[in-house]
């Protein structure tokens, strides 16, 4: 499938995830993460490897994607001071969502780094600023782009708006840009959903999130 697939359809699970973010805009980003499913809670083990994982596709790519979407600027944090990658990278290594929207979220690497190729000779991470911004406004213009982009700018506000201890708003960092007052109780340790005994293990030893994609493998995805 190619990006520009005219008989592409929106999923219903994106479906729903847009109804969820429109909620979030009408509640104006403060009570509406509560209605979030959250990731489980982010450890040192975690983080080793996704420094390790992001060394390569998809998550090399995928990071470079939610800098660009939010980047760092002079009046507020941006997707890497958030941890974006690492609230989507626990995100899909251990909550039980719908397999068809990790496979959608990796298919849309290969989708973007085929027509980079095509257009510029080079795979996104590779561009310059002013390049990652034609390409995503291209893919933007078709369905499956658009949405594929729409599910990364979400991630991108659950990263801003969740407790730091599922691996995204270090600090609270999102939230005082926000002036937002976090819920209470926040997890803490010993109280933190993998510390809670009998917890249920949802996945199967992480299998999607420690799959390495090749290049290769992204494009024929």
Same mark, same amino acid.
């Given at each position: 499938?190619?990006? =520009? /697939?005219? %008989?592409? @359809? ?14 979030? %805009? ?11 499913? %959250? ?6 083990? @975690? &983080? ?13 790519? !995928?990071?470079? *994607? ?14 890497? /001071?958030?941890?974006? !990658? ?5 995100? *899909? ?9 990790? &496979? ?7 989708? +973007?780094?085929? =027509?980079?190729?095509?257009? +510029? ?5 590779? +561009? ?27 991630? *991108? ?20 840009? !926000? ?9 803490? %340790?010993? @109280? ?9 293990? &949802? ?6 999130? *420690? @799959? ?10």
């Amino acid at each position: 499938m190619s990006v =520009f /697939d005219p %008989k592409y @359809k929106t999923p219903s699970w994106l479906r729903a995830k847009l109804s969820r973010r429109n909620l979030l %805009k009408s509640a104006a980003g403060a009570s509406a993460v509560a209605a979030m499913p %959250k990731a489980l809670a982010w450890t040192a083990e @975690k &983080q080793s490897k996704l420094l390790s994982l992001k060394k390569s596709d998809p998550w090399l790519t !995928l990071d470079a *994607v939610l800098i660009h979407l939010l980047p760092s600027s002079p009046t507020g944090p941006g997707a890497e /001071d958030i941890q974006a !990658l690492a609230y989507l990278f626990n995100v *899909v290594d251990e909550q039980p969502i719908d397999e068809a929207e990790e &496979q959608f979220i990796f298919n849309g690497v290969g989708w +973007l780094n085929g =027509f980079s190729e095509s257009e +510029l000779k080079q795979p996104f991470v590779a +561009l310059t600023q002013a390049q990652k911004e034609q390409i995503l406004r291209k893919i933007s213009g078709s369905r499956a782009g658009h949405n594929w982009i729409n599910t990364l700018i979400n991630y *991108v506000y659950e990263a801003m708006l969740s407790p730091p201890a599922y691996g995204g708003n270090p600090d609270g960092i999102g939230w005082q840009w !926000l002036e937002h007052q976090s819920g209470f109780p926040l997890p803490a %340790k010993g @109280k933190r959903f993998y510390e809670i005994p009998g917890r249920h293990k &949802q996945r199967v030893n992480n299998r999607i999130a *420690v @799959k390495n994609l090749t290049p290769e493998e992204t494009r024929k995805a």
